[in-house]
């Protein structure tokens, strides 16, 4: 073999350095430099032909060598020292470790392509490379995302989001400083105290949590040496404060949101929970003994559009009553033990504080403790509870022998190991939120419900007056000015997507329009349903309170079953002589038979351990479908009609029939619904319901539940099982796999997405392992979410806003960087303002289902939920997954009968 002359015995390393010396090829090059090198010619001197396209951005500094007679294996360890210095500057303390960004598209955890690439880096001389610092060398190197694809398919309206643009104003920033201290302070206190001492230096406008300090504008010197003392024992401690990077405004959003919880307690709103509130605004409601704080929901978040302040109007309902005056009640009225009632009631409660508007969460009752006790403070002073509150707040306490509420501190304040302990007098507490009984008291939530629905052009009103008033308040708006920090005083405006009505099949091919309201009542009451199943053996259970209502109702279904087009036979009617569960389940067991169909039970009133004793021996012990009516419901003559074929459908519905259909334009497709109950009775267990379709027109269900047995866990297990349980069951009636899967997961919060994405989607997928290795149907999973705060208004005209129509779509500036999603309102109110679902596609492995067959397709979904004739917030199975966990979870505690699984028992 011979070498080029001079090279010698390392005569390929040598060549190999002498190539790295000389500017890097373009694409397209790389061909031509072997072929010159394989005729033995140098790279110096080879041919190379000229390409268009662009250049890969060179090094600013390129290490020279001198080649020399030496071994490879010294010329390779030269070459990869002299690299290294280059490509790895040291890193400064507090700096964050860089990732290599390789050029070329990564794949995303969610189908649409959305891949990182590098933006070019400039080339720059070689002195100043050497002296910039590495931070701005890493600067240079940012990650962009190409736009997302957006859907096409409905016509454009205009739309108005409750977002309102952030900014900082021109010349400021966000500096980002690491403090250290010599010696070490552990106590995080301490080292506030410390830096505190030094606000000649770096002013008083900072933002510090113990180990990063961020400033609105640079200090002089990139590291700077200040001392204090010690707050103790006043020894000299040293401060080194060192600068390492000004931050984009995208980075800053943490830091934002702090400086607005600012904000809002400059401006004397009371934190309760997450939110803040106006006690200035409180409404009151003295036929309920309830009181209405109005308050507002902000987050600051980037999004698609940029960063904005996500604005929403809320409201706190409080009560009227102390915390000693329902004690009085429960001991007037209680049954049971007094103090047994008072622990149920009250622990776990949050109560209000008005002497500092500050609220706490009642941990326990001190029966053996009364105002009279006393404590020390932590000056040393001790007082009695009674002399405490008179002394720092005026009060007076007339019970002195009331006992005292506990309240113990977050771990986060805990000092020293020890958790800091509150008590309170119950005198001076009061009740914050609603019972489950005013909650079931439709006279209450009326009366709410007229303070709380705001119309869209109202909450406009209420939000922008919101930021008029945060930059007429001087303590707030010194904050935001401090910082550079400018809030747009309107909501921004956007174009939404409205989809065109979709039309509903019932039987005898009879189709109808939903309509703009997407609501179909009339249709239901007057059409017959798509597939009926006839009743010809069922048994009616009553007692004798509810015998006139039974027979008017076993007429009118008599009268009104024919028109929805089912036979339904005269029931077996069973008179219970008592309302004691003992002989309800006597007469269940002794009447349910293989050969009866289904079993109706007439209740007085609505009570749960009647209703949970029912479900537990029609479910699980003698399975077959039940119905259960409130006997009051059937008392109003004017509404028996329309409530009775509501019954009727829910049992055609439990006994497998089918209502109604829409045109589903996919074949071969099953789609799954999820959703979580989490279980507090039964040793905080979660019940997972999984619901699925199994036939080609999504109109038949089956379903599965199942334990989670991690306290309050989130996220589903057994998902694989469940899956191939659902392949089964499909492939038993259709003969065949679906060649496509869509799961529409609810119950999932935003800091779950990324695990959803990949623990539970590789659970489905080893799922279709278990049917053969070449099975491998296409898969997307779609994360549902209700409980959000974006609202959408359609754009009327300047002044006022309205509610958009059912089917109204939005993809774009309010939705999420990271992610692909989208938001749609898919049901119809006639008060307030309507909530969209919003809807995040973490994983779709199909290049054939693209945004406009998402959206379309999950809208279509909201229209089969059998339980209402209408659209609904999120895709039916969902809702019926929802039914099912909830009915599993509240009131049957343990695995529903399989034998039931094909059927919408729960409804």
């Excluded at 080339?123 to 995302?145: D, G, N, Y």
């Excluded at 505190?196 to 200090?219: C, M, S, W």
Aim: hydrophobic share 35%.
């Amino acid at each position: 073999m011979t070498t080029p002359s001079g090279i010698g015995r390392g005569g390929r390393g040598a060549a190999l350095l002498k190539a790295m010396q000389s500017s890097l090829p373009r694409p397209g090059e790389a061909a031509a430099i072997a072929a010159a090198s394989s005729t033995g010619a140098s790279s110096s001197t080879a041919a190379v032909p000229v390409s268009t396209q662009p250049s890969v951005p060179t090094p600013a500094v390129r290490p020279t060598f001198e080649p020399t007679s030496v071994g490879r294996g010294f010329l390779l360890a030269s070459l990869t020292k002299a690299r290294t210095d280059v490509a790895a500057p040291p890193v400064r303390p507090g700096d964050s470790p860089t990732p290599t960004v390789v050029s070329g598209s990564t794949t995303p955890a969610y189908g649409f392509s959305r891949g990182l690439r590098p933006t070019s880096v400039p080339a720059s001389s070689s002195a100043s490379a050497s002296t910039s610092p590495p931070t701005k060398q890493l600067e240079r190197l940012q990650i962009e995302l190409p736009p997302k694809e957006r859907g096409k398919d409905g016509m454009n309206i205009p739309l108005v989001v409750n977002h309102i643009p952030i900014r900082l104003r021109e010349g400021k920033g966000i500096y980002e400083y690491a403090v250290m201290y010599n010696p070490q302070l552990d106590n995080r206190d301490f080292r506030f105290k410390v830096l505190n001492q030094q606000l000649e230096v770096i002013g008083r406008t900072r933002n510090f949590d113990g180990a990063k300090l961020y400033l609105p504008h640079k200090l002089h010197e990139t590291t700077t040496v200040l001392y204090g003392e010690h707050p103790v024992d006043q020894s000299r401690i040293e401060v080194t404060i060192k600068f390492i990077r000004e931050q984009q405004i995208t980075e800053c959003i943490h830091h934002f949101n702090v400086l607005f919880r600012r904000v809002m307690a400059a401006m004397d709103l009371v934190k309760i929970g997450r939110h803040t509130f106006d006690p200035r605004g409180s409404v009151s409601i003295p036929r309920h003994k309830l009181e209405l704080w109005p308050g507002y929901i902000t987050a600051i978040q980037d999004f698609d559009g940029g960063l904005m302040l996500l604005a929403e109007v809320s409201h706190r309902v409080l009560r009227t009553q102390t915390v000693l005056e329902l004690m009085a009640d429960i001991h007037h009225s209680a049954r049971g033990g007094f103090r047994d009632e008072c622990q149920k009631a009250l622990i776990g409660c949050v109560i209000l504080t008005r002497y500092n508007n500050k609220t706490y969460r009642i941990d326990d009752i001190l029966w053996d403790e009364n105002p009279l006790k006393k404590f020390t403070t932590e000056a040393g002073r001790e007082y009695s509870y009674m002399e405490y509150y008179k002394n720092s707040y005026n009060l007076d306490i007339s019970d002195r022998q009331q006992p005292l509420l506990l309240h113990r501190e977050k771990k986060q304040r805990e000092v020293e190991g020890k958790t800091k302990m509150l008590c309170m007098i119950p005198e001076l507490c009061y009740l914050t939120g609603l019972t489950d009984d005013m909650r079931s008291d439709f006279h209450v939530m009326k009366d709410i419900g007229a303070h709380t629905r705001v119309s869209p052009t109202h909450r406009q009103f209420t939000l922008t007056k919101f930021v008029k008033n945060i930059y007429e308040c001087p303590k707030a708006k010194e904050i935001l000015d401090s910082w550079g920090i400018e809030i747009l005083p309107s909501f921004i405006p956007v174009d939404g997507r409205v989809f065109k009505n979709e039309t509903v099949i019932f039987g005898n091919n009879v189709r109808v329009s939903a309509g703009r309201q997407a609501d179909w009542l009339k249709e239901t009451s007057n059409s017959r349903v798509l597939r009926a199943v006839d009743i010809d053996n069922w048994t009616i259970l009553f007692t004798r309170n509810t015998q006139k209502q039974v027979q008017n109702f076993v007429s009118m279904v008599s009268k009104t079953a024919p028109q929805l087009g089912i036979r339904v036979n005269h029931p077996k009617m069973l008179m219970m002589m008592d309302e004691r569960n003992d002989t309800l389940m006597r007469y269940l067991r002794d009447n349910i038979t293989s050969e009866l169909q289904i079993v109706v039970i007439v209740n007085q009133t609505s009570r749960d351990d009647r209703y949970s004793l029912i479900k537990k021996i029609c479910c699980c012990d003698s399975p077959i479908p039940s119905q259960v009516i409130n006997g009051r419901t059937l008392d109003n003559a004017m509404k028996l009609r329309g409530i009775t074929q509501k019954i009727i459908l829910q049992m055609n519905c439990k006994l497998g029939g089918e209502l109604w259909a829409i045109e589903v334009p996919l074949k071969k497709l099953m789609v799954v619904g999820m959703d979580v109950y989490h279980d507090t009775t039964n040793a905080k267990n979660s019940v997972l319901g999984f619901v699925f379709s199994v036939n080609e027109t999504l109109t038949r269900w089956s379903s599965q539940s199942f334990f989670q047995h991690a306290s309050g866990q989130e996220l589903g297990h057994s998902l694989k099982m469940s899956l191939i349980f659902a392949l089964q069951k499909y492939h038993e009636v259709n003969h065949y796999l679906p060649e496509k899967i869509m799961v529409y997961r609810d119950g999932v919060g935003d800091g779950q997405l990324s695990y959803v994405s990949s623990y539970e989607v590789e659970q489905f997928k080893s799922a279709f392992q278990a049917f053969s290795p070449d099975y491998n149907p296409s898969l997307t999973v779609i994360v549902v979410q209700k409980r959000i705060n974006t609202r959408l208004f359609l754009s009327v005209d300047r002044n006022n806003l309205d509610n958009p129509q059912p089917g109204t779509v939005l993809d774009h500036t309010a939705t999420r960087k990271n992610w692909y999603d989208f938001f749609l309102v898919s049901q119809h109110v006639r008060q307030g303002t309507v909530t969209p679902t919003h809807y995040v596609v973490v994983h779709n492995n199909n290049p054939n289902l693209k945004p406009d067959h998402i959206q379309r397709f999950t809208y279509k979904m909201t229209h089969l939920y059998y339980n209402w004739p209408g659209t609904i917030r999120v895709p039916a199975p969902c809702q019926y997954a929802h039914r099912l966990a909830a009915q599993v979870g509240q009131a049957i505690h343990k695995q529903p009968s399989s034998k039931l699984s094909d059927r919408l028992f729960f409804l």
